[in-house]
């Protein structure tokens, strides 16, 4: 089969019928769907692409996926075609099937590491404008100089959802250049077709993502995910090794009220009802107060805001204890001082958009006019 970009089939979905006639030609550069009913050697004859391949990218406004493929016998090197397929793919994010689970997993072509291409291996693509084309070229491919290379990013934050040994992921990053809300950095959700995989996905805007970028801290998500069926699940992140110094990561479960600091505790376990969850999990990533006051006191001390709420955060870890915290607005008005807890405290008050200045109290000492906004 292959997929008919913005085209309805009889069954409404993009792809065509199963292609039976022997004599069809195999389009270079294009991917296509192989299925079977048991382990098959696939065997490919005729004249192998030996030069310059285009490959058109089509585009709608109701359906913007491409299915492409490697077109050479060697893997390529995605270093070599980021000059080529940047600003012409959402998210610069190719999708590669894992027929095992069903699903589809995301990696990032960033001109920044020998993520490889699999030959003859076909993948999706989401075309970012009209009027675009791949073009693999010979030169684009790289022979391993070892018998190990490998196709996945290990530059970004990877957040993984499980059932048992079945798992698909998501990815997050870091660019000064994009946005907190949907942008060209991004990319879409390409969701598989299994009855029993649970999917993960960001909400940002109205839109459903594989990939997500930000231009720098502290950033606040939402997680949703879906399951065929009511089941056991986990979350696991990966690539923590990323993360620069005094960056933390919270998952908050809005379903039991509690926060999870996943730098130490990278694997959390939760039950799911069957169908889609887009309320329930929030990832909050903060920069510790040391790095913007430069003061030891604040070291793994997290203040930031979420909507009209004001938290804190205290690992407990340091030889300092914050014991209480006050908010101050632009009009010096004291609005609240509370007692911190072990964990998250969440200030016990509604907060308007507007500045604000935070007060600490570690060890009856006031660490003063600390800036908090917020948005």
Request: aromatic share 14%.
């Given at each position: ?22 004599n069809f030609w195999l389009v270079p550069g294009q ?76 990696i990032i072509i960033d001109g920044k590491e020998e ?238 958009k507007e500045s604000y200045l935070v007060d600490i ?15």
């Amino acid at each position: 089969m292959k997929y008919n970009t913005g085209k309805k089939s009889k069954l409404n979905d993009y792809w065509s019928e199963y292609i039976v006639d022997p004599n069809f030609w195999l389009v270079p550069g294009q991917g296509y769907a192989l299925f079977s009913n048991k382990p098959l050697d696939v065997i490919y004859e005729g004249i192998l692409s030996d030069s310059r391949v285009n490959y058109t990218l089509e585009y709608s406004e109701n359906d913007k996926w491409n299915l492409v493929g490697n077109p050479f016998t060697a893997p390529l090197s995605s270093k070599k075609i980021f000059e080529d397929i940047d600003q012409k793919i959402q998210g610069n994010a190719l999708f590669f099937l894992d027929s095992e689970n069903g699903v589809y997993n995301p990696i990032i072509i960033d001109g920044k590491e020998e993520v490889v291409l699999p030959s003859m291996q076909g993948f999706f693509v989401e075309s970012l404008r009209e009027n675009t084309e791949i073009n693999f070229q010979r030169n684009h491919q790289y022979i391993p100089k070892s018998a190990s290379y490998h196709w996945s990013n290990h530059n970004y934050l990877t957040l993984t959802i499980s059932k048992g040994n079945k798992s698909q992921y998501i990815l997050m990053g870091m660019d000064d250049n994009a946005k907190y809300g949907f942008d060209n950095y991004d990319a879409h959700k390409l969701f598989g077709s299994s009855e029993e995989m649970p999917e993960i996905y960001f909400k940002v805007e109205g839109e459903e993502l594989a990939v997500n970028v930000f231009p720098t801290y502290p950033a606040i998500f939402d997680l949703g995910y879906y399951i065929p069926k009511e089941a056991d699940l986990s979350l696991t992140i990966g690539n923590l090794s990323i993360l620069p110094q005094g960056i933390l990561l919270l998952l908050e479960d809005k379903k039991i009220n509690k926060f999870y600091n996943l730098c130490t505790e990278s694997q959390v376990d939760f039950g799911a009802l069957k169908g889609t969850t887009e309320d329930r999990f929030r990832l909050h990533i903060m920069k510790s107060l040391e790095t913007k006051t430069k003061d030891v006191k604040l070291n793994d001390v997290y203040v930031w805001a979420d909507k009209s709420k004001i938290m804190i955060f205290d690992t407990k870890e340091n030889i300092y204890s914050v014991k209480k915290i006050r908010v101050w607005d632009k009009r010096r008005n004291n609005l609240v001082e509370q007692q911190c807890e072990k964990g998250v405290t969440v200030l016990n008050y509604k907060f308007p958009k507007e500045s604000y200045l935070v007060d600490i109290m570690i060890d009856d000492v006031w660490i003063e006019n600390i800036p908090v906004e917020v948005k």
